[in-house]
């Protein structure tokens, strides 16, 4: 019978079980199973990415993201992974709607979980402190996505009716955007969303939510780094559901 060990290296390792006789084992590098989960998304679920526009770097997407929308219009957007509010400054700044909303959702004290070898639990953490940013028009949802975003989104049902929505997606794991994505699709039927690890968790997270949810993504534009790195943004859609679609 298989068993999950671990050998010298650390590294789990799935083997027989002792005294079998049978040659130990299939080392499991799970990053290495991620990245190549990744990548055999993106050559075939996600490969309508490839014919959407361009960017060259992180500035000419934010930038394509405001365009698309439209700088003027009045919108919501609901921001998943804050931080210092690198990106919450950057929308602001850029959303210029007077009745335009911001809403910042984060725990303020990192991630709840390792995510990579460098990035463990806790990294990322302001200690409880939101980013203190002059302007009215944004606010912050305080906690694990997974204990508020149900009750924030029915105590925010009034101002998050009518208007378009942009969510973006950066609290890296993939726990944390799928669950995101679920709550959202009980709510949304259709959201201009980004994502800005679209070649890790925050990729296997769409499509394991596209595989049980009925939604279509639009891919609109990207960025890809030489490193591997894409950001993705796109149009959510809910549809009908088919067998075998
Ligand atoms: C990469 S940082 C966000 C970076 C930010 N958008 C910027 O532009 O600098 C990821 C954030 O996601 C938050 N986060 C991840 N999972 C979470 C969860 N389940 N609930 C609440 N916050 C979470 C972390 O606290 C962290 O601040």
Redesign the pocket.
């Known amino acids: 019978m298989p068993v999950l060990g671990t050998h010298a290296t650390n590294d789990p390792v799935i083997g027989p079980s002792a005294g079998t006789g049978m040659a130990v084992a299939l080392n499991v590098d799970l990053r290495a199973i991620e990245h190549a989960v990744c990548a055999h998304n993106m050559r075939n679920r996600f490969a309508g990415l490839y014919k959407a526009r361009k960017c060259v770097d992180r500035a000419e997407f934010w930038g394509d993201i405001v365009t698309t929308i439209g700088a003027d219009q009045q919108i919501n957007v609901l921001?998943?992974?804050?931080?210092?509010?690198?990106?919450?400054r950057y929308w602001s700044e850029h959303f210029k709607n007077p009745d335009t909303r911001f809403v910042g959702?984060?725990?303020?004290?990192?991630?709840?979980e390792d995510w990579t070898e460098n990035l463990k639990t806790g990294s990322?953490?302001?200690r409880g402190k939101a980013p203190d940013i002059d302007d009215p028009r944004i606010s912050y949802e305080i906690?694990?996505?997974?204990n508020m975003l149900p009750g924030a989104i029915a105590r925010r049902q009034q101002q998050l009716a009518g208007s378009p929505l942009f969510v973006h997606l950066?609290?890296?794991?993939y726990?944390?955007t799928l669950?995101v994505l679920g709550v959202l699709a009980n709510h949304f039927d259709e959201y201009y969303v980004a994502f800005?690890q679209f070649h890790l968790d925050e990729n296997r997270a769409l499509a394991d939510f596209m595989t049980a949810y009925p939604f279509r993504v639009q891919f609109l534009s990207y960025t890809a780094d030489k490193a591997g790195r894409c950001l993705a943004f796109g149009r959510m859609k809910k549809i009908w559901f088919e067998p075998g679609r």
């Open positions: 921001e998943f992974g804050v931080r210092q509010g690198r990106s919450m959702f984060d725990s303020f004290i990192g991630l709840p990322f953490s302001t906690g694990w996505f997974q950066d609290a890296d794991l726990s944390a669950y800005d």
